[in-house]
């Protein structure tokens, strides 16, 4: 490539060499950053005594990521540095203390510090709302919970909550309630996006709804499974250990998915664990209510409960007589035993497919009649589906032909049958029974596919929306079939994700951070309203999208989980 | 980096190159540089002008600007290294009329016959390779050509003459070229011959080019075999040293890496591949590409081995490598690709450039090696990426690069190489790839509508005298000195030359004249064209009978030179996301 051509000339000026240029200064004079371009970490380290909270910011002036963040940075300062002191430190400049005690292999570096306690990594999105978000968490690490509705607000959160109840009756401060505090930060350390809450109860009348009784008990909240008590008994009752035991025993029914941008295997790791449904919702950190995430919580809840689970919930019952909570939808019926739900009917709905050929030339041609067996009827009293759904047809045949391969080797005058299961529904398999036949027989195929056309002509007002070519024969990629808006409604997934064996991951993106994934999911830019549901096989190379004119709704959302066919991908 | 060759390039004596060059002080690029508000690729372009043009005002007629004491001084013996090999980029950046200028200044023809030691590595690439290219864009830049453009021309002459001063080194025993040449008198008595195996395989663009456009089949021929001189001297585990004794065909230098010494031999192969669509050639870079994952790869950084045993010899990353994964992404494989250039990635967000050396364990420069001087390579794979994949961290990579470069080597005088990356101190040197190839590459990650990214929407069909010619519809090979290659007008000339023949030889015939010594280039040149035509046609291996004699009897579904579709999981391997593979 470059052989680095030596000049031979001996000439003074070739040992010409200059020393960096000097530092100057990085934020502007009147920014509410203090600006130690000189990388003066001993003076930052003097100031930060008197602070409460002390946010530094570690750059380097040549740093592209820097410069970027340095204007969030400033919004956030602007926000907030009343209540705490906003630091940038130059640590790339040699001459500096920073540069000489620091060793940081990217810039910028986040940290924060609450009194002497830090520091505290943020190594969430670089953005103002984020950073934000984390520092007013690092300010106020414990939630006071001071009333029933409060108590209420912070279990309904879809995010784990650990509570403390501590008796502060007495100067000075309770037993272990510093340690708890410091838990409490401690996590920040941890699980930098803060999806821990932690909360404190000092009234002894809310304690005991959950109920603890005994100043100094911590408590972790759990939606699904049965929520817990610290085991003092067992574990010392250290910072580090109530952090890890909350952060091992969290419940993780729902996940965030923020890629930071840097070499990560996060998108490798969850899509390896099986198939994934992906929603991007734009999010705000610092908003007070999240009125589509509740309704996409109460989806998930009711997907991931399971029945052994169902009537252990301590708290929430007896809260439920009382108030109007918001948890009363979580709730699900649990009245009808189980074996009715699993009763089994059997009604026809089958369709004709001639497989495509290998070889034009071939005379004869392997004909399948495919049939939608349903095995577990969810709640038929209650939809009133009609015998032959055409979306379940058009499910039956995504899934076949997906198999389609399994039924090309069939080369018989006898008729051969074959179950598989069918995607992403625990409702139903699919018989297929194939056979082959000349080519003289092409016309009563023909016929035989008008007389199965004719349910498809009582959904016309769907079926329009597919772009499926009755008359050829059909195929996968063919096909381009959105789900008709509202079809199977009232679709009960309570506890699908038990009953299963193909479960469906739930996750959660932010768009404004990741909006990218979407459109290389096939998310449409034509539409304004960042909002996108896709579900994801990694194994099976598959990956199917939700109609984006659909708003994300619990209805919609729940045929999403039930396996209703959307568009193929 | 070639040692053998660095050294004895200096010897180009002062007075190698004469041309009269008058310029009439800084040039005007009118309202396109110096606003910093049009975006990324604006911001280049100013950086360009002012590199090019502090060059022009302190240091032309020299080689290079010392861009600390705003002067010039020679590199290459007064060959005003920095305008010529910079003279592309300006085309590049869009100015027509500057590129006019100089390439009329070139064509004034340069003598040759001068008794001055030349490395025949670095002539090729810089002299061989920018008089062709310059010569195969010269008319879409609106330069006056002669009639039989492309098949000739003053520039196309020019590189030809350059190429045959090259061709005594070729004349050793194996095939393989010394380092060294005299322009007037061929290989000195005593010349070393030990020489880098990037020295020995990086030729075949140049020179099958050259062949391809004047008919003269003999610089295909030398590039080819020493291409397969180094392939049949392979290490049993099927590595290549970085320094090769060409008489004695014994390695003397046995550290095996995709770095220094060896990086533009894989370079050209695949680019010989994709330039003459030669399966053979991509079919050897194939293997290497295998022994090179099996024994230097280790979590997606490449270390430097023992050619033989495969044992550890150096955990060291060097600035140089990173033309890796723009390789790796031209044989479709952006999966590995993506994931070496994150790795390198990181390296230059600790110190705002890629050292010279990183030692990867120690996550730290080594000692003498903190430098960077401007180099191409990351950018360079990150332009050849974002073409593939459109992932947003690579334009994080130029612009940091832009940050990088504005912020730390900017100076008054021009860009200075920053000599210790540890504190950024800057050294009197503007070395000619940055003007060259770093702009240039940077320009055009942050250009997409360049028409050097063409992918053949649009042409142009120019009128020979021997019929119709389709050019410039894209796919341009960059020559390892960022040289743009048009590889339809390889196709263009050789089937007029055959033409030509044809005649030639009917006329021979017909007057019984004894066989000549074209008569048989063109056998052999016949022989040639039957089996890339078979290897075009991408027919499968059924009765693939000529060239490829190993594979003869492997059955193969998926043609070499087709890339293989991407995996599933690539739609979602974009902002740093990578996935591990499915096996």
Redo the contacts between chains.
């Keep these: 490539?470059?052989?680095?051509?030596?000049?031979?000339?001996v000439?003074r000026?070739?040992?010409?060499?200059?020393?960096?240029?000097l530092p100057v200064n990085f934020f502007s004079s009147g920014s509410p950053v203090t600006d130690f371009f000189q990388g003066q970490l001993d003076y930052a380290e003097r100031i930060r005594q008197d602070s409460e909270v002390t946010f530094y910011f570690f750059y380097?002036?040549?740093?592209?990521?820097s410069?970027t963040v340095r204007e969030e940075i400033e919004q956030v300062a602007r926000r907030l540095s009343d209540q705490v002191l906003f630091v940038a430190i130059n640590c790339?400049w040699?001459q500096g203390k920073c540069r000489k005690q620091k060793h940081?292999?990217?810039?910028p570096v986040i940290y924060l510090y609450h009194r002497r306690f830090g520091p505290i990594e943020y190594k969430g999105p670089m953005n103002a709302a984020y950073i934000e978000k984390f520092v007013r968490r690092v300010m106020t690490p414990l939630l006071y919970i001071s009333s029933r509705s409060k108590l209420l607000e912070f279990l309904s959160d879809y995010e784990p909550g650990v509570l403390g109840y501590f008796e502060f009756n007495a100067s000075p401060q309770p037993p272990g309630y510093l340690t708890f505090f410091t838990s409490a930060l401690h996590s920040l350390k941890k699980d930098y996006l803060g999806t821990i809450h932690f909360g404190v109860i000092t009234n002894q009348q809310i304690a005991k709804e959950i109920p603890l009784t005994h100043s100094g008990s911590i408590y972790l909240h759990r939606h699904v499974n049965t929520s817990l008590i610290y085991p003092r008994e067992v574990m010392n009752y250290t910072a580090e250990n109530i952090c890890k035991w909350a952060l091992e025993n969290r419940e993780a029914f729902i996940h965030w998915l923020r890629?930071?941008?840097?070499?990560?295997?996060?998108?490798?790791n969850e899509?390896k664990k099986g198939p994934a449904l992906l929603l991007f919702i734009p999010f705000n950190p610092l908003a007070e209510s999240y009125p589509l995430l509740d309704e996409i919580t109460k989806v998930a809840l009711e997907y991931n409960r399971c029945n052994k689970n169902q009537a252990t919930e301590p708290a929430v019952p007896h809260l439920k007589e009382t108030d109007s909570s918001p948890l009363e939808s979580r709730m699900p019926d649990v009245h009808t035993p189980l074996a009715e739900t699993f009763s089994i009917t059997k009604y026809p709905c089958c369709n004709t497919v001639v497989l495509p050929q290998w070889y034009s030339i071939s005379r004869t041609h392997n004909v399948c009649e495919l049939c939608v067996n349903q095995t577990v009827g969810v709640k038929q009293s209650k939809v009133n589906l009609p015998q032959c759904n055409f979306l379940e047809i058009e499910a039956a045949l995504d899934s076949f032909y997906l198999k389609e391969h399994t039924f090309f080797q069939v080369v018989s005058n006898t008729i051969e049958c074959s179950n598989f299961l069918s995607y992403y529904s625990p409702f139903s398999y699919y018989t297929a029974c194939c056979r082959t036949i000349n080519r003289g027989l092409m016309s009563f195929i023909s016929s035989e596919k008008t007389f199965f056309q004719t349910p498809k002509a009582a959904f016309s007002s769907h079926a329009k929306k597919c772009k499926v070519d009755t008359h050829s024969i059909p195929h996968i990629e063919d096909r381009n079939c959105l789900i008709p808006g509202s079809h199977i409604g009232g679709t009960n997934i309570t506890g699908l994700s038990c009953r299963t064996n193909k479960t469906l991951n739930l996750y959660l993106l932010d768009s404004n951070l990741?909006w990218?994934?979407a459109e290389?999911?096939g998310a449409s830019q034509a539409i304004h309203t960042k909002e996108f549901a896709a579900i994801?096989d990694?194994q099976d190379?598959a990956?199917y999208i939700m109609d984006q004119n659909q708003a994300l709704i619990k209805s919609t959302l729940g045929k999403v989980f039930s396996g209703a066919p959307i568009t193929g991908g | 980096?070639?040692?053998a060759?660095?050294?004895l390039?200096?010897?180009i004596t002062r007075d190698a190159f004469h041309f009269r060059f008058h310029l009439g002080g800084n040039f005007q690029h009118g309202s396109l540089a110096g606003n910093s508000t049009r975006g990324p690729a604006e911001r280049v372009k100013s950086m360009f002008y002012h590199a090019y043009n502090n060059y022009l005002e302190n240091a032309f007629p020299y080689d290079e600007l010392?861009p600390?004491?705003c002067?010039g001084?020679?590199?290459?013996g007064r060959y005003c290294a920095d305008l010529r090999f910079s003279v592309l980029t300006l085309w590049i950046l869009g100015n027509v009329s500057e590129f006019q200028r100089v390439v009329n200044v070139l064509q004034e023809g340069v003598d040759f016959d001068i008794d001055v030691n030349a490395?025949v590595?670095?002539t090729n690439i810089r002299v061989v390779g920018g008089l062709l290219s310059a010569h195969l864009l010269s008319k879409r830049a609106g330069v006056e050509v002669e009639a039989g453009w492309p098949c000739s021309g003053p520039l196309l002459r020019m590189a030809e003459e350059v190429a045959r001063k090259l061709l005594p080194a070729f004349w050793t025993p194996t095939g393989m070229p010394y380092g060294t040449v005299n322009l007037l008198h061929g290989v000195n008595p005593g010349e070393t011959p030990v020489t880098c195996t990037?020295g020995v395989g990086t030729f075949i663009v140049e020179f099958a080019t050259l062949s391809h456009l004047t008919g003269d089949p003999v610089f295909e021929d030398v590039a080819r075999k020493a291409l397969k001189a180094l392939w049949k001297n392979r290490s049993e585990i099927g590595l290549v040293g970085n320094h090769i004794d060409v008489a004695a065909a014994k390695w003397v230098a046995q550290d095996a890496g995709i770095g220094a010494g060896v990086?533009?031999y894989f370079?050209y192969l695949v680019k010989g591949a994709i330039l003459l669509q030669d399966e053979e050639l991509m079919s050897m870079f194939l293997k290497y590409n295998k022994a090179i994952r099996n024994y230097t790869k280790f979590d997606d950084w490449y270390l430097w081995v023992q050619m033989y045993k495969g044992t550890v010899s150096m955990p060291v990353f060097q600035s140089?490598e990173a033309?890796w994964p723009g390789l790796q992404s031209l044989i479709g494989d952006i999966d590995h690709a993506m994931?070496t250039f994150?790795?390198y990635?990181?390296v230059w967000?600790?110190f705002?450039g890629l050292p010279e050396f990183y030692n990867i364990p120690q996550?730290y420069t080594v000692e003498k090696r903190e430098g960077y001087?401007l180099?191409p390579?990351l950018i360079e794979s990150a332009m050849y990426l974002y073409r593939a994949t459109r992932n947003?961290?690579l334009l994080?990579l130029g612009?940091?690069a832009?940050?990088?470069i504005e912020?730390?080597s900017k100076?008054d005088c021009g860009f200075?190489t920053i000599?210790d990356l540890?504190?950024?101190?800057?050294?009197?040197r503007m070395?000619s790839?940055f003007l060259a190839e770093t702009v240039k590459y940077l320009y055009l990650l942050f250009d997409p509508d360049n028409f050097i990214h063409n992918n053949g929407s649009n042409f142009d069909v120019v009128l020979t005298p021997y019929g119709e010619c389709i050019l410039g519809a894209g796919g341009y090979i960059f020559n390892?000195e960022a040289h743009p290659i048009d590889p339809a007008a390889l196709h263009c000339c050789r089937k007029r030359k055959e033409e030509q023949w044809e005649v030639e030889d009917l006329m021979r015939e017909f007057y019984s004249l004894k066989r000549s010594k074209k008569f048989t280039f063109k056998q052999t040149l016949d022989q040639r064209d039957g089996e890339t035509q078979k290897d075009s046609a991408e027919t499968t291996s059924e009765d693939n009978g000529g060239g490829m004699n190993s594979e003869k009897n492997r059955k193969r579904r998926i043609p070499l030179l087709s890339c293989s579709s991407q995996?599933?999981?690539s739609?979602?391997a974009?902002?740093?996301?990578?996935?591990?593979d499915n096996t």
């Design positions: 490539r470059h052989i680095g051509p030596s000049a031979s000339p000439d000026a070739k040992d010409v060499t200059m020393p960096a240029k380097a002036p040549w740093c592209g990521q410069i790339w040699n940081f292999f990217y810039f890629p930071h941008g840097g070499k990560s295997l996060l998108l490798n899509l990741s990218i994934y290389r999911l994801v990694l190379e990956h | 980096m070639c040692a060759g660095s050294a390039l200096a010897r010392r600390l004491t002067d001084q020679d590199t290459w490395s590595f670095e990037a990086d533009s370079e140089l033309y994931r994150l790795n990635y990181t967000k600790q705002g996550g001087p180099r390579e947003p961290t994080e612009r940091d832009v940050e990088s912020k730390i100076v200075a000599k540890r504190d950024h101190r800057l050294d009197n070395e790839f390892t995996p599933f999981n739609k979602l974009v902002l740093g996301q990578v996935f591990l």
